[in-house]
């Protein structure tokens, strides 16, 4: 929180100088002594952007197939009148347990929510079904929705497994 009494002093920011003492000569935009990435506002506040986090290369998913799978979510979710979410990395050493965690973070919305989990590095898919949910939802209707994700993936189609999985699991919701 600023309080306008100073300035925060970042312990991140570095000062530059030459050997002999002299500061370098500043970018365009930048003052002297300031870290790229950094700018000093009309109020003299320094405002920095930092990469926190290593960026993928490359994302597992094209534009169109994030439209296609936001598509099979919402229809999903209308159809079947329940919430359904996708989660897909890592699951952890307990692959139910994290899963569980994941759709309990789904807050209000957990009690009459579906979540499929998928871990490709591990080759594990989990779906976890709230408590309303799980009453509506048959331990069959998500076998059988988990086996035709699973052939998919075998196949290499990381998007049409988790769209047909949806449908299957939408099939065998009771009203």
Known sequence: MATGKGQHQDPARREHSHSDGSQPEAAPGEAPGQVPGEVTVGTGRISAARQVRPVLSTLPFTRSQLASLDDALVWASRDASLHFGIYLGDLGADTRTRAEELHDSMGEWAD?????????????????????AAHRLPDRGCKLAVESMVSSFKEGDLVGGLTSGLRLLVDH???
């Open 173 to 175: 919701t009771d009203s």
């Open 112 to 132: 009459d929510a579906v979540l499929v989990a998928v871990s490709p590095g591990q080759r594990v898919v989990e779906v976890v079904t709230g408590g309303k």
